[in-house]
């Protein structure tokens, strides 16, 4: 069979294209791991390897392929949240179902790829169980989330799991150099700061401007840890008015107290923000680990609220009188 061009987790290569060869991808497949960690590039491979019409899947060139990629085929269907911050809702589900009642028109399975499924509401959770306890023969499930602990249990025993884990940094670099022809010191760097996550790698080294709001995430919090109550309350209206944005900044935060609780624990060597060395290891030093822990905990808590739909203003407010306090730097 060809060659996927997926990098890193080969594992989950090897394991399905045997199940594409053998026709045995299951029915419901459930593929979790950190956001841009490469589930969606898995999931598409597979989609499109089920659905081509050459022995060679996914061949890329023959009239199935090309309608994939261009968005038009008939017998699958992508479902996601309308934005970064909304909800998977029943409606959605409802259109799912409608879709799968039909037998294929062009190829031999429908498949449907559902993204973010760690947002969908309870009732779009239930509603989906049905068709997962009975599927149509010719019905393929892949649901794409964060992590199965925030699933309904039902859902996860229905479906194969497939758990992707981050990269080595040295594969992501590789892959720059070699596919995207990233210069090697700018590789190196965009892999550290990915955290193991493949796509945020490449949207990093094609699009500056994803890089460039990673770095206003990191200035934004580094300023308000040395700010008063009044500033920090006009800091967070100011994060809250881009909700989407929001989440991103949330998650560069998140990565930036996990390197401040690396450098509490002796572990420095594996930080991400490296560039941010100084900052790190003062807060390290000024703040207890329960502390750190704690932060974690919050900027947790708040991604998951903000994703279920929370005051995006009153959810930052609350996050940013959690945060310490520091003396200019």
Known sequence: MKAWPIVGHQWAVRLLRHGVANDEIPHALLITGPESVGKHTLAEQVVAAILCAEDERPCGH??????????????FRLVAPEDR?????????????????????????KVVLIQDFER???????ALLKTLEEPPSYAHLFLLATDADLLLPTIVSRAQQIVLRPLPSGDIAAALMERWQVDPARAERLARISGGRMGWAVQAATNPDHYERMKAALTSLTTVLQQDLPARFEMAQQLSR???????????????????LLVQADSAEALTYTDQHQMLRILAETLAIQETVHILERLDQAQQALGNNANPQLLVENLLLDLPTLHAT
């Not at 023959?62 to 017998?75: A, T």
């Open 62 to 75: 023959c009239l199935s392929c090309r309608k994939l990629r261009s968005g038009n085929h008939p017998d």
């Open 85 to 109: 911050t909304t909800a998977l809702k029943i409606e959605q589900i409802r259109e799912i179902e409608r879709f799968l009642t039909l037998t294929p028109k062009e190829s031999l399975r």
């Open 120 to 126: 969908a509401t309870v009732g779009a959770a239930n």
């Open 242 to 260: 881009d909700a989407a944005n929001l989440m991103e900044t949330l998650e560069h935060w998140l990565t930036f107290w996990r390197d401040v």
